[in-house]
């Protein structure tokens, strides 16, 4: 490697709930550039989830991140001329940028809704340990433990 390592940047805490996961979310959603866009999708989200839930947005937001986040994942080694799928535990800033990506991937694949709505209805999914998001955390997490004989060959 060249240069010097990249200094961690803190997050930015978002201006409506002051948390900086949503902020987080915001830049996650964002396409383009249009943070405005971005910041309305999410917000309206997490409006829509509150009144439907009757509970603080945060609250439900929490819980649904506390759902989607992986604590194992597999990867690749290569080891005597075999690939092994080799278990390993999910570093924090790495759970939540799963949990995010899996969030709007299936929030995404939903078709004919805006996307705010599409946003309301995985993160309220996930709130109560259902939906496309939280299947694929219990498919990674069972990929991990089917594969926790290799485990001796993480570094």
């Not at 309220?124 to 594969?147: C, F, I, L, S, W």
Request: glycine share 4%.
């Amino acid at each position: 490697m060249r240069g010097k390592k990249a200094p961690k940047r803190k997050m930015i805490n978002d201006p409506r709930y002051q948390s900086p996961i949503v902020g987080k979310l915001i830049n996650y959603v964002m396409e383009c550039g249009k943070k405005q866009t971005a910041e309305r999708i999410v917000y309206t989200a997490l409006a829509e989830v509150e009144k439907k839930m009757e509970k603080p947005a945060m609250e439900i937001f929490d819980e649904a991140m506390k759902n989607i986040s992986p604590l194992l994942e597999v990867k690749s080694r290569r080891v005597g001329g075999a690939n092994y799928q080799v278990p390993l535990q999910v570093r924090a800033e790495r759970r939540l940028q799963l949990a995010f990506r899996w969030m709007l991937t299936a929030a995404r694949s939903r078709k004919g809704k805006p996307m705010a709505e599409k946003l309301a209805f995985e993160i309220m999914e996930a709130a109560q340990n259902r939906g496309d998001a939280v299947k694929k955390k219990t498919d990674v997490q069972n990929m991990a433990a089917a594969n926790r004989a290799f485990a001796h060959f993480a570094r």
